[in-house]
Nanobody
Framework: QLQLAESGGGLVQAGGSLRLSCAAS????????MGWFRQVPGKEREFLAA????????HYADSVKDRFTISRESAKNTVYLQMKSLKPEDTAAYSC????????????????WGQGTQVTVSS
């Protein structure tokens, strides 16, 4: 089993930046592709970004590709999502996920999920 824990969410003003972290624990010897998603109440979970197992390839949703950057630090079993130029519409619960296939935008193809961290962008 793999456990994922997100952190770094919070309240930020429009135009600001945040860096989310996703720390993996448990069976981290299996290297997974990782993804970031977000969800607002009443809407489906939205794919944001994915990174492959060795960190050399990334894939982004068009809606965030110019503002968000995904990266991973294998020594710390951590994946990051750097977000800049945040907008009120970026307000959501952000979750990371791990899977064996890359790149994957479908939520049902990820094997493990974190609990999420809330990001609120004020106008």
């Amino acid at each position: 089993q793999l456990q994922l824990a997100e952190s770094g969410g919070g309240l930020v003003q429009a135009g600001g930046s945040l860096r989310l972290s996703c720390a993996a624990s448990g069976r981290t010897n299996n290297i997974y592709a990782m993804g970031w998603f977000r969800q607002v109440p009443g809407k489906e979970r939205e794919f944001l970004a994915a990174i492959n197992s060795n960190g050399e390839s990334t894939h982004y949703a068009d809606s965030v590709k110019d503002r968000f950057t995904i990266s991973r630090e294998s020594a710390k079993n951590t994946v990051y999502l750097q977000m800049k130029s945040l907008k009120p519409e970026d307000t959501a619960a952000y979750s990371c996920a791990a899977g064996r296939i890359y790149p994957v935008v479908r939520t049902d193809l990820y094997d493990y999920w974190g609990q999420g961290t809330q990001v609120t962008v004020s106008s």
